[in-house]
T-cell receptor
């Protein structure tokens, strides 16, 4: 049983550049979540998918952020025109149904210079 | 408003001592409660969860937690701490009417030999 995987694990970019992260959930899980965690804080919900459908988005998810899950399997999170405030750990999680445990990946740590 | 409070930012204990990490929540519906642990630079690992039933739940690594509805609390306990338990601990709440988790700000546990 492979867990949730995320790529890349680390990303350093310059302000104004676009970045894209990928999340591969546990294979039979139809729910996929994105969270953001800044230093010294707990994870904050960004968005989630049930299969291909994006069902909820946080107000934290500005217009520069977009997430997709085109075939109901892996998901991508894109940040356009990155800002220094986007520096954080981006965590992906998946679950089979609600209520159910959300299993987290190792995260992608983004540093915007 | 839905929220989770972890009053202790940082706790230091000696190896072999008992441990209690506090968690208080505010949630309008029936809460589902979780404790996750995060090692530096890593994702979150589930320690235990409460959905319903017995209010004392057992988890991995010898941890347990007790749900007290009257106190809106879900404190995590361990009778004897090991050096490998040093990490960040997060309490989270979800519910039947939402798929997202709301996390506390975490408690950093340091263990002295």
């Amino acid at each position: 049983d492979t867990g949730v995987s995320q790529n890349p694990r680390h990303k350093i970019t310059k302000r104004g550049q676009n970045v894209t992260f990928r999340c591969d959930p546990i294979s039979e899980h139809n729910r996929l979540y994105w969270y953001r965690q800044t230093l010294g804080q707990g994870p904050e919900f960004l968005t989630y998918f049930q299969n291909e459908a994006q069902l909820e988005k946080s107000r934290l998810l500005s217009d520069r952020f977009s997430a997709e899950r085109p075939k109901g399997s892996f998901s991508t999170l894109e940040i356009q025109r990155t800002e220094q405030g986007d520096s954080a750990m981006y965590l992906c999680a998946s679950s089979q149904r609600t209520p159910e445990t959300q299993y987290f990946g190792p995260g992608t740590r983004l540093l915007v210079l | 408003a839905q929220s989770v409070t972890q009053p202790d930012i940082h706790i230091t204990v000696s190896e072999g001592a008992s441990l209690e990490l506090r968690c208080n929540y505010s949630y309008g519906a029936t809460p589902y409660l979780f404790w996750y642990v995060q090692s530096p630079g890593q994702g979150l690992q589930l320690l235990l969860k409460y959905f319903s039933g017995d209010t004392l739940v057992q988890g991995i690594k010898g941890f347990e937690a007790e749900f007290k509805r009257s106190q809106s609390s879900f404190n995590l306990r361990k009778p004897s701490v090991h050096w490998s338990d040093a990490a960040e601990y997060f309490c989270a709440v979800g519910g039947s009417n939402t798929d997202k988790l709301i996390f506390g700000t975490g408690t950093r546990l340091q263990v002295f030999p």
